[in-house]
């Protein structure tokens, strides 16, 4: 390059000419993340923001050495998912292989938009959903796509849903009885905003109601699918949830597929959460009834500990993407076996997540998969052992996986004052045994909920939550 105001290290050069000057930062960046990584035990799990530091966009190039203090402060003060103490959310510890797959896949900076300008990940990313596909039985026709995060996989798999059932790929939705989707009451909201966006407004949603383990009521679901039909609507697609997000329980698949069979309509699964129970021989029946599904939604960037983000929409027939919604570019070239597979998604424009996924599941093997998700079971059935040994505590369902949602309702204290009460204990937890479980909200009250996702968090550590709840309710 010519002389310019350029920093020297504004890019690795491809000769190699700035190469000792380009090591020396990236080992400082290295010894950062080590440093942060290998400390998180000892920072709090959602530190207090301070002040962020924000001059605007300098005039002139910044020296690097002050930049990479600053991405340091921002690195105290941000979540800190890796401590023990920290169950608020489905955020994981993310797996040594993932951080590298991101770091690798920053670098090499391929668009997954064609396999031209990701020749190598192109190929491997449809091989690798294939196999996830396999995983929950979807059959031999079976593959996906990567997204990001579970809200576009479920647009994208409801788009495909609402083309092939109503024939709207060409023309649209041209008239005709107002179109629904049904989904439970504790469904996630992504579904909602889908129904918004495929352009059936929020009222396109029509919620069933949930029995009293938060899970869809079957029986309800006929009546509501009746229902609609008789208001004048068209019913095409059902939404069963595996994975609840506030208290993680699992829809009856089964039951839900046969009526979604009965009315023909499209039978989605979102599993986002839940998805990863298919690693574990031992608890994967809890899954039963997923194998029917026309698509399903996975995101290993939850329980399979990938780096966000790294979503997954699956489809029993992948060919339908193919002819319901695939849109060719023609300003890309074509391979003969591989599709471009921006021409199949709702982005374009896509990370290669696929390398700190493939990365990952390389690196720990079905076999460690497992070992993960049987140990985050072992130490819920823990946890929901304390909280069934004291009268103060109750839960909000029968647990299902390593979510736990409850709260205190101690007898002394009136129920208006009860959601305060939870509040204030969560506050506590947090600034007296950096412990950190969230608030949500559910069926009108506040509750705690605790999703025990880290591998290193003990049995002895759940044991001294609940010795600080015996203080704090003393």
Not at 54 to 80: E, K, R
Request: hydrophobic share 45%; glycine share 8%.
């Amino acid at each position: 390059m010519a002389p310019s105001v350029l920093p020297a290290t504004a890019f690795i050069d491809p000769q190699g000419h700035n190469r000792a000057a380009i090591a020396a930062i990236l080992q400082t960046v290295v010894e950062q993340i080590l440093d942060y990584s290998t400390g998180a035990g000892s920072h709090d799990p959602l530190p207090s923001i301070k002040e962020i530091e924000f001059s605007g966009i300098p005039v002139q190039p910044t020296a690097i050495a002050p930049l990479l203090a600053s991405l340091g402060d921002l690195m105290a003060q941000s979540m800190n998912p890796a401590h023990p103490g920290y169950m608020g959310h489905m955020d994981p510890l993310p797996s040594t292989a993932s951080i590298v797959g991101d770091w690798a896949a920053a670098a090499l900076n391929n668009n997954m938009l064609s396999v031209e300008m990701s020749p190598a990940l192109s190929r491997l990313e449809p091989l690798l959903l294939a196999e996830l596909a396999q995983m929950f039985g979807l059959g031999e026709r079976a593959g996906g796509l990567l997204a990001s995060g579970g809200s576009l996989a479920n647009l994208q798999a409801l788009t495909v849903a609402r083309n092939v059932k109503l024939d709207c790929l060409r023309q649209g939705l041209a008239g005709g009885p107002p179109p629904v989707i049904l989904a439970s009451e504790m469904a996630h909201t992504s579904i909602q905003k889908a129904a918004m966006v495929l352009g059936l407004g929020l009222e396109g949603v029509v919620l069933v109601p949930a029995n009293a383990n938060a899970q869809m009521d079957a029986t309800a679901l006929d009546e509501k699918i009746q229902s609609a039909i008789a208001r004048g609507q068209r019913p095409f697609a059902v939404v069963g949830t595996a994975g609840t997000t506030v208290t993680g329980n699992i829809d009856p698949l089964p039951e839900i597929a046969r009526i979604a069979q009965t009315y023909k309509l499209w039978f989605h699964v979102d599993a986002a959460y839940g998805g990863a129970i298919a690693f574990s021989p031992r608890h994967r029946h809890r899954l039963t009834g997923i194998e029917q599904a026309d698509s399903v939604t996975f995101n290993p960037q939850k329980w399979l500990y990938v780096t966000k983000t790294c979503a997954s929409v699956l489809f029993r027939d992948l060919g339908l993407l193919h002819s319901h919604f695939r849109v060719s570019a023609p300003y890309m070239n074509t391979e003969p076996d591989w599709v471009n597979l921006g021409e199949l998604t709702v982005q374009g424009t896509r990370h290669a997540d696929v390398l700190k996924l493939w990365l990952t599941l390389q690196h720990l093997g079905q076999v460690g998969c497992a070992e993960l998700i049987e140990a985050s079971y072992a130490l819920s059935e823990h946890f929901v052992t304390q909280v069934r040994q004291r009268p103060y505590l109750e839960l909000a369902s029968e647990p299902e996986m390593n979510l736990i949602c409850f709260r205190g309702c101690p007898a002394a204290l009136p129920p208006a004052q009860r959601d305060a009460w939870n509040a204030s204990l969560q506050n506590y937890l947090l600034k007296q045994h950096q412990i950190f479980l969230s608030v949500p909200c559910f069926r009108g009250q506040r509750w705690l909920k605790a999703v025990l996702l880290n591998p290193f968090t003990t049995a002895a550590e759940v044991s001294q939550l609940f010795e600080a709840i015996d203080q704090y309710a003393g």
